[in-house]
């Protein structure tokens, strides 16, 4: 059985090769997560539609898990992540924020993001 740390890892691995797929795979189908303008999203087609804006960017990330707090199949996490991508006008940009996220263990091993507040760190 994996740690819910692997939810980060899977999210880093799937948002850094594009595979929008493989990131809704990663929540629950009623989980709630933010857009681009920090507004709450719920649902897997909300959550798809939101994460295709971040990969429309070609963005880069890079997180770190800062806890991993475990509560038989709950698990609240914490980290930190840096994103870069080309702005509109061509220029790198970077933005990093601290992210609070709830998991669930579901029964075949894998952990779920159930809430994902990548905002809500700071």
């Known amino acids: 059985m994996e740690e819910p740390e692997q939810a980060h890892r899977l999210f880093v691995e799937a948002f850094n090769s594009g595979n929008l797929d493989a990131l809704v795979a990663l929540y629950e189908p009623e989980a709630i997560t933010f857009n681009k303008a920090n507004q709450p999203v719920k649902g897997s087609a909300q959550i ?22 475990r509560n038989g199949e709950l698990a609240l996490l914490r980290s930190q992540w840096e994103m870069t ?12 924020h601290r ?6 263990l579901q029964k075949d091993g894998r952990w779920l993001y159930v809430i994902d507040n990548p905002f809500g760190g700071d």
């Open 85 to 96: 991508f080309t702005g509109p006008d061509g220029k790198p940009v970077q933005i990093a």
């Open 48 to 69: 798809r539609e939101a994460l295709s804006g971040f990969l429309s960017m070609k963005p880069h990330i890079t997180l770190t898990t800062r806890d991993a707090l």
């Open 99 to 104: 992210s609070t996220e709830v998991v669930r």
